[in-house]
């Protein structure tokens, strides 16, 4: 199989949102990212993207926690991939771009556009919580400028199809440099829906010869694993964006998810990428 017959399986590890009152298997120590990682790498992961906490589980930009959880991570699986979060809410740019300016990981999300960022629930009829993400151009720039200055890729999370035209300009600047690696997140309320028609589209306006994945958010996630895996595309779960395994049964490790995916991925005719290929396909260099 050549690199297009293959898929990406990345682990979102902990997110900020949930904690152990909703889910008791989320990560707070540096140990237990490395052990979950290492669960997931065993079933297909290549990349882990990691939300900072501290021990007590607290969300942290501290670039001191983001050390300890990556250095833990490398310990024990060296081939993984290292993907860290910028995106917060209130938060000052120069604090969410700290860790990426000094401990240059492999990857770096860059969220593409302001939008409304909420969770609705149904049985309350009320929104769990309602905020707006800003990510003005100014400061996508001031991130993608940092990445680029300490040989980090950015991975572009498109909330919505706008997201992804967002991209255009830069590209015409010259300061996001193909090939580019798109991020399509669907199931957040004030973004995309999360369905195949909306996947299907938005992956229809992607530059050529990118590379792109799905990020199901909450119950539709595994549709949209098996839309994404069919139509070319690389795969992300992990407890930031799902706690719940095809069956419906809570999933007690990262791992447990990572190989839900695997076999997802399997059934439409493709492979999980190694490694080694995961780094070729994304365009990354090999780990020194």
């Known amino acids: 199989m050549g690199l297009e017959d ?28 490395a052990a979950e990682s290492k669960r997931s790498f065993e079933n297909g992961c290549t990349m882990v993207h990691i939300h900072a906490r501290e021990p007590d589980g607290t969300p942290t930009h501290r670039v001191g ?36 300016r000094e401990l240059k990981p492999d990857i770096g999300a860059l969220n593409m556009g302001s939008m409304n960022y909420a969770k609705y629930s149904p049985k309350r009829k009320d929104f769990v919580f309602d905020m707006v993400f800003s990510n003005p151009f100014s400061d996508i720039m001031k991130f993608l400028t940092t990445m680029n ?18 991209s255009y300009p830069l590209i015409d600047m010259g300061v996001l440099r193909k090939p580019i690696h798109y991020s399509l997140i669907l199931g957040v309320v004030g973004g995309a829906l999360p369905t195949t028609e909306s996947l299907a589209f938005m992956k229809s306006l992607l530059p050529e010869g990118s590379d792109w994945g799905v990020i199901g958010v909450s119950h539709e996630q595994w549709k949209l694993a098996a839309a994404a895996a069919t139509l070319g595309g690389n795969v992300r779960v992990g407890y930031e964006d799902n706690f719940y395994l095809p069956s419906g049964e809570m999933a007690t490790s990262n791992g447990e998810l990572a190989a839900a995916a695997a076999s997802i991925i399997r059934s439409t005719g493709r492979e999980v990428a190694t490694a080694a290929e995961a780094r070729a396909k994304m365009s990354l260099p090999a780990r020194g």
């Open 6 to 33: 293959k898929s990406v399986i990345t682990v979102a590890l902990s997110g900020v949102a949930a904690n152990r009152a909703q889910c008791p298997y989320i990560p707070y120590t540096p140990e237990e990212y």
């Open 149 to 166: 200055d300490v040989g980090v890729k950015p991975e572009l999370e498109s909330f919505d199809s706008g997201h992804i035209g967002n």
């Open 65 to 100: 926690a983001y050390k300890d959880i990556r250095d833990a991570i490398l310990s024990q699986v060296p081939e993984m991939i290292i993907n860290f979060s910028t995106g917060s809410v209130g938060i000052p740019v120069e604090e969410r771009i700290a860790h990426i």
